[in-house]
T-cell receptor, first 117, second 112 residues
Framework: GAVVSQHPSRVICKSGTSVKIECRSL??????MFWYRQFPKQSLMLMAT?????????EQGVEKDKFLINHASLTLSTLTVTSAHPEDSSFYIC?????????????FGSGTRLTVV | DAKTTQPPSMDCAEGRAANLPCNHS???????VYWYRQIHSQGPQYIIH???NNETNEMASLIITEDRKSSTLILPHATLRDTAVYYC?????????????FGTGTSLTVIP
C-alpha cells in the first residue's frame, strides 16, 4: 500500500518551453504533497508543500511563478516548470502523506529526470 | 533546515552488519527519527522510524540513545543491494504539513 506514481520518469525539453510533472497517489488519499529537487551528488531540497484544494507553500528562494503547483484532487498533484532553462535541469521528486494507505512517514515517487537543452 | 548530522560516507563488507550513526542533538520531545535510503536515480525508500524506544523491522534496526540526541541504523547483514545514500531525518514540529528536510546523508558502499 501507499504507492506514489510519478510521470514522466525522464523528459527532455527545449529552453523556454514548459514541462508538467504528475504525481499520483494510487491507493490512498494524499491530503498533502511535497515537491523536491535534487541536483547531482546533492541531497533533496524541499521546494514546496501543497494541500489539496489550497495554494502551495513555497520554500524560501523557490520562485512560485516558475514552479507552478496544482493539487486539485486528493490523488493528483502536478508541478509545471515554466519557461525552463538549462539551470532547471534536475531530478524532481514528489512525496505524499494522507489517509487510507499511509502508515509510516511519507511515500516518495520514483522521480523525474528533467533535462533542458 | 535539516537537524541531523551524518558521516558523508561509509564502507561495509558484504554479509557484515552496517552501523550508520546520526546525531540529532536538538531533537524536540515529540519529534520522531526517520530513516530513508535512496538508491541512485530513484526516489527515497522508507526504512524505519522511532520516537525513543529501539525499533526493528524486516529491513533494519534503529537504536536511539536514552537522551535521544543520537541514533544508529543497523543493517544486520549488508548486501550489495544495500549500497545507497542513507538519510536520517528528524520530523520538525509544524502546523503546516510536517515537512521532511533532508540532510546530506551517508553514502554507504557495500563491498563484495
Amino acid at each position: 500500500g501507499a504507492v506514489v506514481s510519478q510521470h514522466p520518469s525522464r523528459v527532455i525539453c527545449k529552453s523556454g518551453t514548459s514541462v508538467k510533472i504528475e504525481c499520483r497517489s494510487l491507493d490512498f488519499q494524499a491530503t498533502t504533497m511535497f515537491w523536491y529537487r535534487q541536483f547531482p551528488k546533492q541531497s533533496l531540497m524541499l521546494m514546496a508543500t501543497s494541500n489539496e484544494g489550497s495554494k502551495a507553500t513555497y520554500e524560501q528562494g523557490v520562485e512560485k511563478d516558475k514552479f507552478l503547483i496544482n493539487h486539485a484532487s486528493l490523488t493528483l498533484s502536478t508541478l509545471t516548470v515554466t519557461s525552463a532553462h538549462p539551470e532547471d535541469s534536475s531530478f524532481y521528486i514528489c512525496s505524499a502523506s494522507g489517509t487510507g494507505g499511509m502508515v509510516y512517514g511519507y511515500t516518495f515517487g520514483s522521480g523525474t529526470r528533467l533535462t533542458v537543452v | 533546515d535539516a537537524k541531523t548530522t551524518q558521516p558523508p560516507s561509509m564502507d561495509c563488507a558484504e554479509g557484515r552488519a552496517a552501523n550508520l550513526p546520526c546525531n540529532h542533538s536538538t531533537i524536540s520531545g515529540n519529534e520522531y527519527v526517520y530513516w530513508y535510503r535512496q538508491i541512485h536515480s530513484q526516489g527515497p525508500q522508507y526504512i524505519i522510524h522511532g520516537l525513543k524506544n529501539n525499533e526493528t523491522n524486516e529491513m533494519a534496526s534503529l537504536i536511539i540513545t536514552e537522551d535521544r540526541k543520537s541514533s544508529t541504523l543497523i543493517l544486520p547483514h549488508a548486501t550489495l543491494r544495500d549500497t545507497a545514500v542513507y538519510y536520517c531525518i528528524v520530523r520538525p514540529r509544524s502546523n503546516t504539513g510536517n515537512q521532511f528536510y533532508f540532510g546530506t546523508g551517508t553514502s554507504l558502499t557495500v563491498i563484495p
